[in-house]
């Protein structure tokens, strides 16, 4: 059974830094893109940032620059830097996993981010 764990949110002060992290583990060693979106209260979801098994990342169009995703092919694992948290970054963040050429995407269960002013 595949399983996505995210960890690593709570709730920070404007200008704060998380990081958040995502394990995958299951019956397939051939993961190839590993990422985040978000959703916040009353909104869409919104695509955040994803790193494919060679390093390569793309950044949303909104948070790149405060945040970074970074790489552990051999844990199968992800995570995200997040600085200079502000209160719009609040949000429910779920990370998802795809298989080399396949298109479908594992969840995690997600992890809070909430940010105070």
């Known amino acids: 059974q595949v399983q996505v764990v995210e960890s690593g949110g709570g709730l920070v002060q404007a200008g704060g830094s998380l990081r958040l992290s995502c394990a995958v583990s299951?019956?397939?060693?051939?993961?190839?893109?590993m990422g985040w979106f978000r959703q916040a209260r009353g909104k869409e979801r919104e695509y955040v940032a994803s790193?494919?098994?060679?390093?390569?990342?793309i950044y949303g169009e909104f948070v790149k620059g405060r945040f970074s995703i970074s790489r552990e092919a051999a844990k199968n694992t992800v995570y995200l830097q997040m600085n200079n948290l502000k209160p719009e970054d609040t949000a429910v963040y779920y990370c998802?996993?795809?298989?080399?050429?396949?298109?479908?995407?594992?969840w995690g269960q997600g992890t809070q981010v909430t940010v105070s002013s």
């Open positions: 998802f996993v795809e298989r080399s050429h396949r298109p479908q995407k594992y």
């Open positions: 299951g019956s397939f060693e051939d993961v190839d893109i």
């Open positions: 790193s494919d098994r060679t390093g390569d990342t």
